[in-house]
């Protein structure tokens, strides 16, 4: 009976020995599986920090001053010139026709001037 009480000592240290292994394997796999889905995410922020980046300086290409300008003339349009800018202040009122006066009081979008 003395050898069968060390045979199953054996036995079941051997099966905790292969217990512990196969939860060292699942583990580790599983940290792998988690650190190639990290390495997509990150070359996916990758993609889309460069096509951010890119369409940035697309709209900087579009709101650029040459190509509007190059763009205007194929419309048939200009840059004006001096005395044909007129630049109205925040806030102040518009001139009544035939006074050069602006009008003392403000009005709303969509009311009548007097």
């Known amino acids: 009976m003395r050898s069968h009480a060390g045979l199953l000592r054996l036995a079941l240290a051997f099966a905790a020995l ?9 583990r580790q796999s599983r940290a792998l599986e988690l650190l190639a ?5 990150r070359t996916s922020l990758a993609i889309s920090e460069a096509e951010r980046s890119e369409l940035n300086r697309r709209i900087e290409y ?16 200009r840059v004006p010139s001096g005395d044909e800018i007129v630049i109205l202040p925040l806030g102040a009122t518009a001139p009544r026709p035939g006074n050069n006066k602006v009008a003392a009081t403000t009005h ?7």
Not at 108 to 114: D, I, K, N, Q
């Open 18 to 26: 292969l217990g512990s292994l196969s939860l060292v394997v699942w």
């Open 37 to 41: 889905t990290l390495d997509e995410m």
């Open 62 to 77: 579009l709101e650029s001053r040459g190509r509007i300008v190059a763009d205007a003339a194929l419309l048939g349009l």
């Open 108 to 114: 709303r979008a969509g009311e009548s001037l007097p």
